[in-house]
DNA sequence: TCAAATCCTTACTTTTATGTCAAGATTGTT
DNA sequence: AACAATCTTGACATAAAAGTAAGGATTTGA
């Protein structure tokens, strides 16, 4: 399980977008610096980013991109989505094997722990806005497990001993 | 974010073994068959599997493979980061961009969220094993929402206004 | 109206992940 | 001892993801 480079990048770009104090803009050439990336991946990047209505883009001189939505407003999980096209409705169809439909297609003892999975990362994800990944490495730390904290209390299951 | 196919089709070769009584085993071609890939591919998956110490193989006529351990010991976070060659620790090396090293090393506001991300699905995959893998979907279902419960009484958090 | 700066779009190349093949090694059977 | 069934291993082929390139479109400003 694993980030795409897409994803990555889509939203490093993003972050970027969000330091921006209001009415300025950033051109593909600033963000492909400041993210270390090539000017034409970034290109690919703002215009998925932008198709998806993230951000805004103005063409021609003292052009550039900025964010579309104020940078609180702009959920992690959406931006993930969009990134990485809702992998997971396409998952059953990805997994065929040498077949052209899963063998478990009806009953599936490990699809509820995909489906399970993805909710447990979406909803993590959902709780997070851009605006909160603009401080120092250690306040995101911060803001972050104070949201995960959560998931550390959980009581150990009395391993069902099937 | 997504599974990768030698996450899902590894995982799924092992709870075929689980579903086997003591002292049976499964071939390659057998197991191949019930999950619909290719021998090849299954005896690729199996190799890794065995190499990581959670399947047993022997050769010859009458050979076969079997869980090395019980299913009720295997959780999946040991097996998912076997297949997936632990791809958190290099995460910070995968996406440099066209540099040497990553803009934002020292002080990175999404390295958090990566690393927070991994600790929830981790945490969520030690609490299941092999052996609550092996009845119906619905069952299954049953008990990762049982797992999973805890995670949907999250407080909303009060939206940290930056 | 022209030129420069910028974004937009599609096609192409490279890299990485996935899957296959074939020869080798081991074991059980006759 | 020979053979058949099986796993093992490394090289190879294919497919998917990632990244690049190049020409087109739009806007600003002189």
């Known amino acids: ?5 897409q994803e990555e990048y ?3 770009c993003l ?5 921006l104090a209001d009415g300025e803009s950033l051109t593909l050439p600033q963000i492909a610096e400041r993210e270390g990336i090539s000017q034409a991946n970034a290109g690919k990047l703002m215009w998925l980013l932008n198709k998806a209505g993230f951000v805004q883009a103005i063409r021609g001189t003292k052009g ?3 964010l579309a939505r104020e940078a ?12 990485d096209e809702d992998v997971l409705s396409k998952h059953c169809e990805s997994y065929t094997g040498v077949l052209d439909s899963c063998v478990h ?6 699809r509820p722990v995909i489906v399970g999975l993805h ?24 803001t972050f497990h104070q949201i995960q ?12 001993s099937n």
Chains 1, 2 share one sequence.
Do not use: F
């Open 1 to 5: 399980m694993k980030i795409s480079a």
């Open 10 to 12: 889509g939203l490093r």
């Open 15 to 19: 972050v970027q977008l969000a330091t």
């Open 64 to 66: 550039g991109y900025s």
């Open 72 to 83: 609180g407003e702009i959920h992690l999980n959406e931006v993930i989505k969009v990134l």
């Open 105 to 110: 297609k009806g009953d599936c003892g490990i």
């Open 119 to 142: 909710e447990i990362v979406e909803n993590a994800l959902s709780q997070i806005t851009l605006a909160q990944l603009v401080g120092s490495e250690s306040s995101v730390d911060a």
């Open 149 to 160: 904290g959560i998931h550390r209390t959980i009581e150990p299951q009395s391993a069902g």
